[in-house]
């Protein structure tokens, strides 16, 4: 019953480093979802993905990567990271039908220095 | 585009007694709303949702809500809060196209008084 999880839990890293999260879900769900969380923004959509090799931009895309080669991960690629990316990022996944439910994973408190 | 209003960023109750959480959504047509419940270094748990129906629902942990069309409102309620309550609450509207996408409020934070 391991769910949704994400790896690494915390990291730190200097500005202009790549940083890859992790996400990987148990539930065969279609749709995959990346957010970060910012005081005073709630949760803002970075990118999603319908299904392997389909993926779209959200709110927030700038400065991030994304790829799907199998359904049950959907890592996360700061290419260059900057200050401003400093956050805590959630992946979720829902399992894609008309009323889905997104299911979030523990997340990863990201510090950029 | 769709948006979500919690106007209240954080409230402060004492335990046993009742609470209301405000949420204001702007979307075209009928919304999908959804309550999500966050502990403190915790990922986002559902609490309940609303897609169509009896306007009010119920969800896990005693807390209900109702979904009020002319006031574009989905309130989260409880009678009777417990100290275990203290987190942080995020109303969210999702859309109803392909995208799959929830727009989420910047949420209220509540702290329970023993």
């Known amino acids: 019953d391991a769910g949704i999880t994400q790896s690494p839990r915390y990291k730190i890293t200097e500005t202009g480093r790549q940083v890859t999260l992790m996400c990987h879900q148990t539930?065969?769900?279609?749709?995959m979802f990346w957010y970060r969380q910012d005081l005073g923004h709630g949760l803002r959509l970075i990118y999603y993905?319908?299904?392997?090799?389909?993926?779209d931009k959200g709110e927030v895309p700038d400065g991030y990567v994304v790829s799907r080669s199998k359904t049950e991960n959907f890592p996360l690629t700061l290419e260059s990271a900057t200050r401003s990316q400093t956050s805590v990022y959630f992946c979720?996944?829902?399992?894609?039908?008309?009323?889905?439910?997104?299911?979030f994973g523990p997340g990863t408190r990201l510090l950029v220095l | 585009a769709q948006s979500v209003t919690q106007p209240d960023i954080h409230i402060t109750v004492s335990e046993g007694a009742s609470l209301e959480l405000r949420c204001n959504y702007s979307?075209?047509?009928?919304?999908?709303l959804f309550w999500y419940v966050q502990s403190p270094g915790q990922g986002l748990q559902l609490l309940l949702k609303?897609?169509?129906?009896?306007?009010l629902v119920q969800g896990i942990k005693g807390f209900e809500a109702e979904f009020k069309r002319s006031q574009s409102s989905f309130n989260l309620r409880k009678p009777s809060v417990h100290w275990s309550d203290a987190a942080e609450y995020f109303c969210?509207?999702?859309?109803?196209?392909?995208?799959?996408?929830?727009?989420f409020g910047s949420g209220t934070q509540l702290t329970v008084l023993p």
């Open positions: 979720a996944s829902s399992d894609g039908t008309r009323r889905e439910t997104q299911y």
């Open positions: 539930w065969s769900h279609s749709y």
């Open positions: 993905s319908a299904a392997a090799d389909i993926t």
């Open positions: 979307y075209g047509a009928t919304p999908y």
């Open positions: 609303y897609f169509s129906g009896d306007t």
């Open positions: 969210a509207v999702g859309s109803s196209g392909s995208a799959r996408q929830l727009t």
